[in-house]
């Protein structure tokens, strides 16, 4: 069996569509499930009361028990929730004591959606807390602070590389690189500027309110941190400015949601949505997604005029 359709037949195992309203969820845990178009997560749990308790106390304490319960189960539903497409929440706890405390903290501050008690004496409680705020920020915080590590290692590795290269060149050769850099820099302006008029023109600037990304029909998976690539691999969104006001604003990367009228009718995305067509993910990472050369264009013309900041995006499934 190819990747493909593995991983195609493990999001219909694991997705449970809700078509009728929208919304997208998704089984983890012994009995929780993740709500990826409101951010939130969710767990039952069931407790009975001690033996040989007064009768008027004891659905009280059975409820008690029902709570514990539920706290356990949302913890592991939490720990299921994906960041990427090879790790979960669990890993980022086992190696940050911020995480864990964020999301022990979100768990405590869970709220009941729904309490039964039930005829045999037991009581059934419904658990349910955000994904965005503390959790989302702290994982972001320590995300993208380890990307943005990485990308100044490289950076002074580049520099460093450059520099002593140069040094090793006479001041001829010094001077033709320049020119030659001049050139080409002139050369990719003129590229641009002809890019933007032929392929951009038709977009009021300030029409655009929120994005929607249509990848129905690939194997996109949820994720706390789904990425928006062009073709040749280079990261559109988020960007390093989207990823500061999202930590700053404890608010998602993207939402999800399995109907594209419903996303595109979304108070976040608001009157003017851009819709995005996608074909395809990015290689094998079933969290990241691949644009056309067009849709690049588009996108990356927003983010240079600095039109994407503070704007919602959903991903329909």
Request: hydrophobic residues 40%.
């Amino acid at each position: 069996m190819n990747k493909t359709l593995t991983a195609s037949l493990f999001i219909l195992c694991s997705l449970n569509v809700l078509a009728k309203d929208g919304h997208l969820t998704e089984f983890v845990g012994t009995s929780g499930q993740i709500n990826w178009t409101d951010a939130s997560v969710s767990a039952i749990g069931y407790g009975v009361a001690p033996p040989d308790k007064n009768p008027n106390v004891a659905p009280f304490l059975a409820c008690r028990a029902a709570i514990v319960d539920a706290q356990r189960n949302l913890l592991e539903s939490f720990q299921g929730v994906r960041v990427t497409t090879t790790t979960l929440v669990s890993n980022y706890m086992l190696t940050s004591d911020v995480i864990k405390s964020s999301v022990e903290g979100t768990i405590k501050g869970a709220i009941i959606k729904s309490r039964n008690n039930r005829l045999d004496g037991s009581c059934k409680i419904e658990l349910q807390a955000p994904l965005r705020g503390k959790t989302s920020k702290s994982i972001y915080q320590n995300l993208y602070s380890e990307e943005l590590s990485t990308s100044l290692l490289n950076s002074f590795w580049s520099n460093w590389i450059s520099t002593a290269h140069a040094a090793t060149l006479n001041t001829s050769n010094t001077q033709q690189v320049v020119e030659k850099i001049a050139e080409l820099d002139k050369r990719i302006s003129v590229l641009e500027k002809h890019l933007t008029t032929n392929k951009v023109n038709e977009i009021q600037l300030n029409d655009i309110s929120g994005i929607v990304i249509d990848v129905r029909g690939t194997h996109f998976m949820p994720s706390l941190t789904p990425k928006i690539r062009k073709a040749n691999g280079d990261i559109l969104y988020p960007s390093r400015d989207n990823t500061q006001d999202i930590i700053n604003n404890g608010q998602l990367v993207s939402l999800f949601s399995n109907n594209i009228n419903f996303a595109m009718e979304h108070p976040l995305i608001g009157e003017y949505p851009l819709l995005i067509k996608a074909n395809k993910t990015w290689q094998d990472q079933a969290t990241e997604i691949s644009l056309s050369e067009k849709n690049s264009n588009k996108l990356a013309h927003f983010i240079k005029k600095g039109l994407l900041r503070n704007i919602s995006v959903i991903i329909v499934l």
